[in-house]
Nanobody, 119 residues
């Protein structure tokens, strides 16, 4: 059974930094996309950044230059380095794993980690 476990969230002042980690356990196909999404109160879940197993990255426009996504394939771990955090970054951050085969799409989510940025 595939499980995603996030860590690294917390309370930080505006301008500060946090590094989120997500470890994937279980049997997964080596070709996949991992990503981070966030959901603020009263808002829809939105993509923050994603990275393929080949290292191709994609960022939401609002995070370009402040956030960096990376992964360690040997450890089945994806990271999100967040710098210059703003109060509007406050949200629950979710790790996401997508595997697409010839026959179907598999998608998994972590339980989420809270990030709170104070002004």
């Amino acid at each position: 059974q595939v499980q995603l476990v996030e860590s690294g969230g917390g309370l930080v002042q505006a301008g500060g930094s946090l590094r989120l980690s997500c470890v994937v356990s279980g049997s997964i196909f080596s070709i996949n996309t991992m990503g981070w999404y966030r959901q603020a109160p009263g808002k829809q879940r939105e993509l923050v950044a994603s990275i393929t197993s080949g290292g191709h990255t994609n960022y939401a426009d609002s995070e370009t230059g402040r956030f960096t996504i990376s992964r360690d394939n040997a450890k089945n771990t994806v990271y999100l380095q967040m710098n210059n955090l703003k109060p509007e970054d406050t949200a629950v951050y979710y790790c996401n794993l997508v595997i697409i085969t010839l026959f179907r799409k598999y998608e998994y989510w972590g339980q989420g980690t809270q990030v709170t940025v104070s002004s």
